[in-house]
């Protein structure tokens, strides 16, 4: 777990309704980065979806039809038979997509780091330090988001 960026989270009141907007795009934000390991069309979809909601150019009934279809393609990935975890990865970056859609941007973002680790293999999701880099771009693109919300006004000078 990121414990830097559930501490962000709760002090910005990440799971108020006032938020969803936020965590929309921060789920979709960590989910992009992952988008490589994304071998189903439909998961490819339901990113994509996502993107056109947050552009405006789909409204939130086609948003939740996306999540209902995520739901059912997280949950009938077929997994990995792999020994060196890159369908693991895959099953990841999938569920890390339906979690985006759904709004759960904390659970996206978790998804989405294993799904980072997977890539590199299997043996790598037991190191902690496997996970520092992408924990780390998590936090920043976090507070970015943020500061975009709640620009600093402009100084004086």
Known sequence: MNAELHQLAKTADLDSEARRLLR??????????????????????GLDTLGAFLEGKINSAALALAEQR???VA???PGSRSID???????????????????????????????TVYAYGAYAITDPEAFAEEFA?????????LREEHPLPARAG
């Open 137 to 145: 771009w998590q936090v920043s693109a976090f507070e970015a988001l």
């Open 24 to 45: 929309l795009r921060f789920g979709f934000a960590c989910v992009q980065r992952v988008r490589h390991l994304l071998e189903s069309p439909e998961a490819l979809e």
């Open 85 to 115: 975890g890159t369908a693991h990865a895959a099953v990841s970056a999938t569920y890390a997509v339906f979690q985006a859609v759904a709004g759960r941007a904390l659970q996206a973002a978790e998804y989405a780091a294993y799904a």
């Open 75 to 77: 949950g009938s990935h």
């Open 70 to 72: 995520m739901a059912v």
